[in-house]
């Protein structure tokens, strides 16, 4: 029976190598997550619900460790639960009792829960669409790192695959983009689902604060498209927002007219080709019918004529003299105008002083 208590003793050692090595996969925030990780810890934990949902309930503590949230306990997030193990299913954790303006649990400030219930996500949730997703849905659960770690589900390169886990054929459309293939390219420039309709203040095109909507397209594609150095960094000319703003359509847009053609009116919103693609709207072939959708009627001649004239440049042709020979006019009848108006007041001011000259003293007439 002797030779039994050493292997004993070394098992009994086994048994605490392992569970200092579990201590040590815990976040900071103390051992007694290790209650939860009894359960949760084990890898193909889960549960079957009664409607056949498989629910992963494994939670890797190394995910803990190098989370944003490793200093915090699993109950300062699951609050509702108070006995381990727990009979009821906990309630889905709620963000806002840390993340607000002015709160002191170390979140960053600033009221992104509340910028997000007012937004077309929150307000769908609200309505009581399950569909709709929330912070989890976007940020993860026990792997949420900052937006500038690389490993973060919302770092800039991984925001269209989070998003496009809703918006699929949106997603798909953007992957084949200029935008789309860029970013698989490596491009830090290049912009992201975020970028164009923002993170928690997402609204619809249809309202007028979303930086989507007809009247706000064209100043946000402007954020890129108007900055020299990134366009020249790709081969892009800057001159096209300025183009756009002269235009007919740019002025027209300016003045509230929603009606007028904005950026994605010809190049579309997600599906961006360059204009030498023959899928692209902007294509020589395709212009006609781009055109066409504002322009019943819209043939050939729409695609002979170039697209985004700077007048001010004599590669603009016929329409750069004609802005000038109109700037000549308007100059010239201005300075004429000017110059009859002198004469006119010094012709007034000379027959006034002959009149005050001429007369005598008083009573009297020359």
Not at 78 to 99: G, I, L, S, T, W
Not at 110 to 137: I, M, W
Not at 154 to 167: I, L, M, N, R, T
Not at 262 to 281: F, G, Q, V
């Amino acid at each position: 029976m002797r030779p039994a208590r050493p292997l004993a003793a070394l098992f009994a050692l086994l048994l605490l190598g392992a569970a200092a090595a579990r201590a040590q996969e815990v976040p900071a925030a103390g051992q007694e997550d290790l209650r939860c990780l009894g359960c949760h810890g084990k890898p193909g934990f889960k549960k079957v619900l009664s409607s056949g949902q498989v629910l992963d309930l494994f939670v890797d503590p190394t995910f803990l460790r190098l989370s944003s949230h490793k200093e915090r306990r699993c109950v300062e997030c699951h609050a509702d639960v108070n006995e381990v193990p727990h009979k009821e299913r906990p309630q889905r954790v709620n963000c806002r009792r840390c993340h607000y303006e002015g709160n002191t649990a170390g979140a960053p400030q600033g009221e992104r829960y509340l910028d997000f219930e007012n937004s077309v996500h929150g307000k769908a949730l609200k309505a009581g669409n399950t569909k709709a997703p929330v912070c989890q849905d976007c940020h993860g659960d026990h792997n949420i790192l900052p937006g500038d770690n690389g490993r973060s589900n919302v770092a800039h390169a991984h925001v269209p695959q989070v998003c496009g886990a809703c918006h699929l054929q949106v997603y798909a459309q953007y992957r084949e983009s200029v935008h789309g293939k860029a970013l698989a390219r490596g491009v830090k420039d290049v912009p992201v689902c975020t970028d164009c309709h923002g993170e928690h203040t997402i609204a619809r095109p249809e309202e007028t604060s979303s930086s989507v909507n007809a009247g706000n397209v064209s100043n946000t594609c402007a954020r890129c498209h108007s900055k020299v150095a990134i366009m020249e960094k790709y081969g892009v000319k800057a001159e096209q927002v300025a183009t756009y703003q002269e235009s007919f359509h740019g002025i027209a847009n300016e003045f509230g007219v929603l009606k007028a053609a904005n950026c994605s009116s010809c190049h579309t919103a997600h599906e961006i080709l360059p204009e030498d693609d023959p899928r692209s709207t902007v294509a020589a072939a395709n212009i006609p019918g781009t055109c066409g959708r504002c322009h019943p009627g819209a043939n050939a001649n729409f695609a002979k004529g170039r697209i985004h004239l700077n007048p001010k440049d004599r590669s603009a042709g016929v329409v750069y003299w004609v802005s000038l020979g109109f700037k000549v006019l308007t100059i010239g009848t201005l300075a004429g105008l000017f110059v009859h108006i002198l004469m006119d007041l010094y012709r007034q001011m000379k027959g006034r002083r002959r009149a005050e000259g001429g007369a005598g003293p008083a009573g009297e007439t020359p």
